[in-house]
C-alpha cells in the first residue's frame, strides 16, 4: 500500500554535494520516523540519518556536519543533503520510513529501492 521512491543519486566529484529525495506515496497511511541509510561494497549496512515526526533528527559521526537530513510531511518527502562528499561516501543509499496504515491499523517498515552515490577523487 505503501512506497517510497529515491531519487538524486549519481556520479560526483570528492568535495561536491548531492541532494536525495524520497517521497512516500499510497494510500491510507500515516508516516513516523524515517531516516536514510547506506550500504557500501563489502560493508555492512549502516544508518546515516533519522528524523523523527516531530523533527528530531540523528546523524552518523562520519557524516556530521556534512550531511542534513530534513522532511516536508505535506509532500511525504524526506530529504538528504550531502555536503562535501567523499570517496568513502559511495554506497546505495536507501529511504526508510516507518508507515502507520489503517483498516487494520499497524506498523510497517518500508524500505525504497536505493539509489547509487559514487563519490571519486
Known amino acids: 500500500q505503501v512506497q517510497l521512491v529515491e531519487s538524486g543519486g549519481g556520479l560526483v566529484q570528492a568535495g561536491e554535494s548531492l541532494r536525495l529525495s524520497c517521497v512516500a506515496s499510497g494510500s491510507s497511511f500515516r508516516i513516523g520516523s524515517m531516516g536514510w541509510y547506506r550500504q557500501a561494497p563489502g560493508k555492512e549496512r549502516e544508518s546515516v540519518a533519522t528524523?523523527?515526526?516531530?523533527?528530531?533528527?540523528n546523524y552518523a559521526d562520519s557524516v556530521e556536519g556534512r550531511f542534513t537530513i530534513s522532511r516536508d510531511n505535506a509532500k511525504n518527502t524526506v530529504y538528504l543533503q550531502m555536503n562535501s562528499l567523499k570517496p568513502e561516501d559511495t554506497a546505495v543509499y536507501y529511504c526508510?520510513?516507518?508507515?502507520?496504515?489503517?483498516?487494520?491499523?499497524?506498523?510497517?517498515?518500508?524500505w525504497g529501492q536505493g539509489t547509487l552515490v559514487t563519490v571519486s577523487s
Open positions: 528524523i523523527t515526526s516531530g523533527g528530531s533528527t
Open positions: 526508510n520510513a516507518i508507515i502507520m496504515l489503517a483498516q487494520p491499523i499497524r506498523y510497517l517498515e518500508v
